[in-house]
């Protein structure tokens, strides 16, 4: 069940634990500057933060 009300389940939380380790293996590339690095650690901070949350609000829901 999704849609409106429903989720996307365990894929959508995997998925996002992928991205954010993408996204922090992604800083060993080659950049100009350091304003890419930021950028990448800013935004998997980011997705990790959000996750976590995730986490937190899904183990204390009063309706499962």
């Known amino acids: ?3 409106w009300h429903g989720s996307w389940g365990g894929a959508a939380r995997v ?7 993408i996204l922090l293996v992604m800083i060993t590339a080659t950049h100009y500057n350091e304003s890419g690095t930021a950028w990448l650690i800013g935004m ?3 997705l990790i933060v959000i996750l976590l ?3 937190q609000r899904r183990k204390n829901a009063w309706r499962r």
């Open 1 to 3: 069940m999704w849609g």
């Open 53 to 55: 949350w995730d986490i």
């Open 44 to 46: 998997a901070v980011a």
């Open 15 to 21: 998925g996002g634990w992928i991205v954010a380790a």
